[in-house]
């Protein structure tokens, strides 16, 4: 049973239009959800971790939120540079491992 | 290093011969991580290293499939007999304790011709 689904799979905006990207998780006792991007022919690049609900954290144009079922990266005014796959990922629960289970990703495009 | 470095970058090999791939973590860092990435496919945990021990290999895909990790630093994933369907990005990442970030490599993209 996946335990992070991101929607949607692929987005493509105009520049400056701003949008959300999903991530809901199923796994109980959460110990963190981290969001990732990650460009063609590289590794994933951290970007924010959130430990409880009701947290925020913000980057430039990027706000992650967190609530007790899903994550949002919410993306203001894009530019074509913000064009990335972006990952979610949480670990198991408590007593598990510490790898991370990762989403399928939301491949960005941002048209100038 | 300032980062996670993976050698080789870009790996081809026949059908049945043996690879490895290296890992140096960020320095101090003691958790140490190996995934696999596949053409349209999410990133699948394989092994995990805290100091030289791995408390979880459970994503090791076969026995051809082996890590080790020294001084509690580089760390070697090792396939023997490759087959196509191993064909794929391995990303390290390396983190610096219990729920820290982990931090990847650009990763190494192996060919099996």
């Known amino acids: 049973e996946d335990q992070v689904t991101q929607s949607p799979e692929a987005l493509r905006l105009q520049e400056g239009e701003s949008s959300s990207l999903n991530c809901s998780y199923t796994v109980s006792g959460l110990r963190g959800l981290f969001w990732y991007r990650q460009d063609p022919g590289k590794g994933p690049e951290f970007l924010f971790t959130l430990y409880s609900a009701g947290e925020e954290k913000e980057k430039e144009r990027l706000k992650a939120t967190l609530t007790k079922k899903e994550s949002f990266l919410h993306i203001t005014a894009p530019k074509p540079e913000d064009s990335a796959t972006y990952l979610c990922a949480v670990p198991p629960p408590q007593g598990g491992s510490e790898k991370l289970v990762f989403g399928k990703g939301t491949k960005l495009t941002v048209n100038p | 290093g300032a980062g996670v470095s993976q050698s080789p970058s870009n790996k081809v090999t026949e059908k049945g011969k043996d690879v490895e791939l290296r890992c140096d973590p960020i320095s101090g860092h003691t958790a140490l991580y190996w995934y696999r990435q596949s053409l349209g496919q999410g990133l699948e945990f394989l092994i995990y290293f805290q100091g030289n021990s791995a408390p979880d290999k459970s994503g090791l895909p076969s026995d051809r499939f082996s890590a080790e990790r020294t001084g509690g630093s580089v760390s070697t994933l090792t396939i023997q007999r490759t087959q196509q369907e191993d064909s794929a990005v391995y990303l390290c990442?390396?983190?610096?304790?219990?729920?820290?970030?982990?931090?990847f490599g650009d990763g190494t993209r192996l060919s099996i011709l």
């Open positions: 990442a390396s983190s610096g304790g219990l729920n820290q970030p982990q931090h």
